[in-house]
């Protein structure tokens, strides 16, 4: 396993792309997020992407975009909280590097993404159910596939940085 790469993964809004920009500046690793790369190379969107070609084709970009990381080198991944939906990309993560699960609680949760927008998951009148529903069925997949846990809710980011890097430094 090449451990110089860390993967974040875990829920919308428990942080895993501020957590792991931060994370590479301090270790002076390169930063890549999953899906940054695929609004990128799609130009759209996710919830355009949703919207035109539906949950199916955003899952098979994501797989392809962890594919193309299969000789990477010293960088911070951040994942969308979906990836780990297909077992070739839990199997893709654990050949790439350490993976670090970023565990918030639904109060926490439910504050950092009430205001924010291009989640059609959760795009709808019952956020608090639809991330219940989530979170039943991927924490244990979150729990069983990572290298470590940390837990967000109710941290400051300087915190959890100070966490992270107990565990990788
Ligand atoms: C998703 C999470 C989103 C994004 C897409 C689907 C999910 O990423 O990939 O909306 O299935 O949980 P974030 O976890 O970064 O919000």
Do not use: H, W
Request: net charge neutral; charged share 35%; hydrophobic share 40%.
């Amino acid at each position: 396993m090449k451990i110089n790469n860390i993967l974040i993964i875990g829920p919308m809004g428990s942080g895993k792309s501020s957590i792991g920009k931060i994370l590479a500046k301090r270790t002076s690793k390169k930063f890549l997020d999953i899906d940054f790369q695929i609004i990128k190379n799609q130009g759209m969107n996710i919830s355009e992407i949703f919207e035109k070609y539906g949950e199916e084709y955003f899952r098979d970009l994501e797989k392809k975009e962890l594919e193309k990381l299969d000789n990477i080198e010293d960088y911070i991944i951040s994942t969308g909280g979906g990836i780990i939906l297909k077992q070739e990309n839990i199997d893709m993560m654990k050949k790439i590097g350490l993976i670090l699960f970023l565990d918030i609680d639904i109060n926490a949760q439910l504050e950092r993404v009430k205001n924010k927008k291009n989640r059609p998951l959760i795009d709808n009148d019952n956020v608090e159910s639809s991330l219940l529903a989530l979170k039943k069925y991927r924490d244990p997949i979150y729990n069983s596939i990572c290298d470590y846990i940390i837990d967000v809710s109710n941290k400051e980011k300087n915190v959890i940085i100070k966490e992270i890097e107990k565990i990788i430094l």
